[in-house]
C-alpha cells in the first residue's frame, strides 16, 4: 500500500499593507509570498519573481483574494520563494519628511492630472489628511495617507474622501474610529456648512 500526499490549498493571510500600498500574503507565521497592490482596475503581485500582472479579477471575487491565491499556488509549486515579514517590511519605501511630489510617478503630467493632484491636495488639507509618500495616484487608486487628527496611516482611494454631489465626505474617516465623529465634524469646516 502507498501513502499518498494530498496537494491541498496551502493556508495564507492578508497582511497590514505598506507604505506602497501593497498588501503582503504571509504564510505561517511570518513568511512573506509576495505582495498584492491594485492600479486602476487590475491587480499587480511582485514576489521573487519578480512583478505580475493578474489583470482583472472574475466577477464576485476580490482582487486582493484573487492575488493571494494565485500566489499560495506559485510558492505551493516551488516557482517563488518566501522571505520573513520583519525584512519585508525593511524593504519597504520610507516616508518622506517633506513634501510629495504633486503627480505619483506612474501618473503622467498632463494638464488634467495636474489640475486634479491640485484639488486632491487642497481637498486633503481642508480635511486634515497628508500624503506620506507619493503625490496624487488618480482618485480610484489607492494612496497612502496618515490621518492628521490621530496616528493611523494608510491606503485612501480619494474617491471616498472627497465627498459626493457638494456633501462632504463621511465622517468615519478610516477603521478605528479616528477621534469619533462629532469630533470630526467640530474640526472640519466642511462639514458645518
Ligand atoms: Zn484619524
Not at 61 to 85: K, S
Not at 166 to 177: K, L, Q
Request: aromatic share 8%.
Amino acid at each position: 500500500m502507498t501513502t499518498q500526499t494530498l496537494q491541498t490549498a496551502m493556508p495564507y493571510r492578508i497582511g497590514d499593507p505598506d507604505t506602497a500600498c501593497r498588501y503582503p500574503v504571509i504564510i505561517g507565521k511570518d513568511q512573506v509570498i509576495g505582495r498584492a497592490h491594485r492600479w486602476h482596475r487590475e491587480w499587480f503581485v511582485d514576489s521573487s519573481a519578480g512583478e505580475h500582472n493578474l489583470r482583472r479579477p472574475p466577477k464576485g471575487q476580490a482582487g486582493i483574494d484573487m492575488a493571494a491565491a494565485y500566489l499560495a499556488e506559485e510558492y505551493a509549486v516551488g516557482r517563488i520563494t518566501a522571505i520573513p515579514l520583519d525584512q519585508a517590511r525593511a524593504e519597504e519605501p520610507t516616508p518622506l519628511c517633506g513634501p510629495v511630489p504633486l503627480l505619483h510617478p506612474r501618473m503622467p503630467a498632463t494638464d488634467r492630472n495636474i489640475k486634479s493632484a491640485i484639488t486632491a491636495f487642497e481637498g486633503l488639507a481642508a480635511h486634515h489628511w497628508r500624503a506620506v509618500l507619493t503625490g496624487f495616484p488618480g482618485s480610484d487608486n489607492h494612496w497612502y495617507l496618515s490621518c492628521l487628527l490621530c496616528p493611523w496611516e494608510g491606503p485612501k482611494f480619494w474617491s471616498h474622501l472627497r465627498g459626493r454631489n457638494g456633501a462632504p465626505p463621511s465622517a468615519h474617516r478610516h477603521e478605528g474610529g479616528c477621534i469619533g465623529k462629532d469630533k470630526v465634524r467640530q474640526l472640519i469646516t466642511a462639514y458645518q456648512q
